[in-house]
Each structure stands twice: as C-alpha cells, then as structure tokens.
C-alpha cells in the first residue's frame, strides 16, 4: 500500500532561520504530490503541488519544494520562517489515475519562535 | 465564491448512536471526498463522490458511509457510534471529477464527540 512519512514530528525554530521538512513516499508508479498547512484553528489549505515538469515548485507565502524522483522525496522548503508559520505541514500525494484519494503524511508541528 | 461548507460544526453523541455530517462544496465542484482526523491516525480518506456515485473508499468498516445528491452537496452517515469515531471529519471539494489531477479544498470540518 502506498505511504507517505514525514521525518520531523515537531520542529522549534527562530524567526528568519530556514526551513525544510523532509517527505517521502512509497509507490513506484507516477504521483501527483501536494503539501497542504493548517494554522491554528484554521482549515487545511494548499501550499503548493507538484504534477509534472519543473521539479521546483513554488508556493504561496515563499514556501517551496522539490520533487526527487530517483529518492521518492518531495521536501518542503522556505528560506526565512515568520513567527506567522508556526502551524501543522501535511505532505500528500495522490496516485496517478486512481481517483482523488489524497494519502497524507502524519504532519509535522512547526512552533516559530518570535 | 463561498468555500466549502460542513455542518455542523460541532456534535457530541453517545456510544451507539448515529450521525450525519453534511457538507456543501465550492459552488460547479462536482466531487466531493471525505477525511478522518484524529491525533493518534492522522488524516485518513474515508470516500470519495463524483456525479452521485461513490468512485473511491477508504479502509474504514461499513459503519461508514455516505452519499452525494445531484447538486453535489454530500453526506456522510456514521452508524453505531464507537468512542474512537470521536474526530475532526473533514470534506474536501475538486471542481471535475479527474480526480489525481485536482486540488482538492478542505472545509473547516466537524468536529465529533462521542461520550
């Protein structure tokens, strides 16, 4: 069965340090990938995916990832974290041609330290 | 354009009981897909709808289900509640029905207590 991990649990960091939080998934086929944030007591909302071409993908508020085929990785990024950050990160992904079931990640809790 | 719409907001039932969530999507979004939330499973599908039938469903037992009526609002019902049911049930909307190659749009959920 397809599976998607997220390596950090919960990540403390500093305003203006960088981020990335690591995703991989497991299915050797083709995938749609997507990283979806929920703020407190907020809605999940989407952050940026990733379907095909340019394996760098940029999403709103500066956030960005990369999908490594080869290392079944889709790492979310952003160079500088505002206190505004501070929220739960879903990664995502989607079996190509298999419908709309989205498999996620367990989530990684991200505290911004202002 | 309004989001999507779950309601309620909040439910507190007791064991053995049943639920029906219902949820509105974005309005000319035509499929419809639920999620389980909790801490312990994290987010897990429980079943997706397109044009009123059910064309994906999660590992859940048959104590779940659920429908989607021709305006594409939808429905899921659980029955003879169990205190794990206890969750943040989730609906998220895509505006056509090829399913992998849409963004799917979460509402706020609802939150369900099972006492």
């Known amino acids: 069965a397809q599976s998607v991990s997220q390596h950090n649990h919960h990540v403390i960091l500093s305003e203006a340090a960088s981020l990335e939080l690591g995703c991989n998934y497991s299915y050797g086929g083709t995938v749609n990938l997507f990283w979806y944030v929920q703020y407190p007591g907020q809605h999940l909302q989407l952050l940026l995916k990733?379907?095909?071409?340019?394996?760098l993908v940029k999403g709103i508020k500066g956030f960005e990832a990369e999908f490594i085929k080869s290392k079944f990785s889709f790492n979310l990024r952003k160079p500088s974290v505002q206190w505004s950050d501070t929220a739960e990160y879903f990664c995502?992904?989607?079996?190509?041609?298999?419908?709309?079931?989205?498999?996620f990640g367990q989530g990684t809790e991200l505290s911004v330290k202002p | 354009k309004a989001g999507v719409t779950q309601t309620p907001r909040y439910l507190i039932k007791t064991r053995g009981q049943q639920v029906t969530l219902s949820c509105s999507p974005i309005s000319g979004h035509r499929s419809v897909s639920w999620y389980q939330q909790t801490p312990g499973q994290g987010l897990q599908f429980l079943f997706e709808y397109f044009s009123e039938t059910q064309r994906n469903k999660g590992n859940f037992p048959g104590r779940f289900s659920g429908r989607q009526f021709s305006n594409s609002r939808s429905e899921m019902n659980v029955s003879t509640l169990e205190l794990g049911d206890s969750a943040l049930y989730l609906c998220?909307?895509?505006?056509?029905?090829?399913?992998?190659?849409?963004?799917?749009?979460f509402g706020p959920g609802t939150r369900l207590t099972v006492l």
């Open positions: 995502a992904v989607i079996v190509y041609n298999q419908g709309g079931k989205l498999i």
């Open positions: 998220a909307s895509t505006i056509s029905g090829s399913g992998s190659t849409d963004t799917q749009y």
């Open positions: 990733y379907f095909s071409g340019d394996p």
